[in-house]
């Protein structure tokens, strides 16, 4: 697999936060849950960009690259756009590892109340698409 990723992630660009459990969703209403966007006690939030890619396309890479890894099943994705991220005074950063797409949100604030606020805000913007 031979894919040339840019290092810097642009605004426009769709991003993908893979989900494997139902405290990433609701499935009551559809909608993406704060806890999807938390980061990992390194302070990064694991996302793929997706730009130019379709449905299927992306539920693979979720599948072999994030949802295996961990030993788990891909049940969907939260699709946001870079610019959602950026606006909340975040960056994300290109991490090809374990996949071209793989990419890292960062520079999440020190205070725990304000990362969750940030998280909320994130899953408020962002869209649930279920594996089907």
Request: glycine share 6%.
């Amino acid at each position: 697999m031979n894919i040339s990723m840019e290092e810097v992630v642009s605004a426009e660009e769709p991003i993908a936060r893979f989900i494997t459990g139902k405290d990433y969703y609701r499935p009551s209403n559809g909608t993406v849950k704060h806890n999807a966007f938390m980061p990992n006690g390194r302070g990064e939030t694991s996302v793929y960009r997706t730009r130019d890619l379709i449905d299927d396309e992306i539920f693979g890479i979720g599948c072999v690259f994030f949802a295996e890894k961990i030993g788990k099943s891909l049940m969907g994705r939260a699709d946001i756009a870079a610019s959602e991220v950026f606006e909340k005074g975040l960056a994300i950063v290109s991490e090809p590892t374990p996949h071209p797409r793989h990419a890292n949100i960062v520079d999440w604030p020190p205070d725990k109340s304000k990362i969750r606020m940030i998280a909320v805000e994130l899953a408020a913007k962002a869209t649930l698409k279920l594996v089907s």
